[in-house]
């Protein structure tokens, strides 16, 4: 069956930088794409954007360039978040999650990777 | 991209029917039949319940329904039940090649 798992709870200072992962089972790694989501504390979902897994092009969503990176180790069926320079509203759940035609239906998903940002 | 506008909260009683309704722009819901619905449990990922408007995954019950009209899309679940009590979220493809949420309705099984 269909499985991402994500890497575990992050406590990092800001001005640091978290890289989450999210590792994928149970189907053809690089038939879909890897998107993630962000969910504030008691907030809704934000799409952050996502990657190409055939190509590793990246598609960054509007308020997450410069200071977000997707990549990919297709060797190992993992996908990777990377944050620089945290600030305190980055405090958040991260989602993975599989997408259909890239981007337009995720449908599944990883357990989240709460990253909090605090001196 | 702004996201897509739901109402905060709908609530209903067990075995009522209520909606939620989606409404965006036509260069995001009403440009294109890429409308997902997700229901998300407190500390949950969320999961999806409708895919392209109104198509139901394997496994999701049909009390389920989804359908668009113009920039609105809406959820409807009948049959309320206990355990539909969640936060629900619309997406939309956009024309930019991106994808938008909406902010969320929670609903409530009074």
């Known amino acids: 069956q269909v499985q991402l798992v994500q890497s575990g709870s992050e406590l990092k200072k800001p001005g640091a930088s978290v890289k989450v992962s999210c590792k994928a089972s149970g189907y053809s790694f690089t038939d879909y794409g890897m998107n993630w989501v962000r969910q504030a504390p008691g907030q809704g979902l934000e799409w952050m954007g996502w990657i190409n897994t055939n190509t590793g092009i990246p598609k960054y969503g509007q308020g997450f360039t410069g200071r977000f990176v997707f990549s990919l180790d297709t060797s190992v069926r993992t996908a990777y978040l990377q944050i620089s320079s945290l600030k305190a509203e980055d405090t958040a759940k991260y989602f993975c999650?599989?997408?259909?035609?890239?981007?337009?239906?995720?449908?599944?998903w990883g357990q989240g990777t709460l990253v909090t940002v605090s001196s | 991209q702004s996201a897509l506008t739901q109402p905060a909260s709908v609530s209903g009683s067990p075995g009522q029917s209520i909606t939620i309704s989606c409404t965006g722009t036509s260069s995001d819901v009403g440009g294109y039949n890429y409308v997902s619905w997700y229901q998300q449990h407190p500390g949950k990922a969320p999961k999806l319940m409708i895919y392209d408007v109104s198509q139901r995954p394997s496994g999701i019950s049909s009390r389920f329904s989804g359908s668009k009209s113009g920039n609105t899309a809406s959820l409807t679940i009948s049959g309320l039940q206990a355990e539909d009590e969640a936060d629900y979220y619309c997406s939309s493809y956009t024309k930019s090649s991106t994808l938008v949420f909406g902010g969320g309705t929670k609903l409530t099984v009074l």
């Open positions: 999650a599989r997408g259909t035609r890239g981007t337009s239906l995720l449908g599944y």
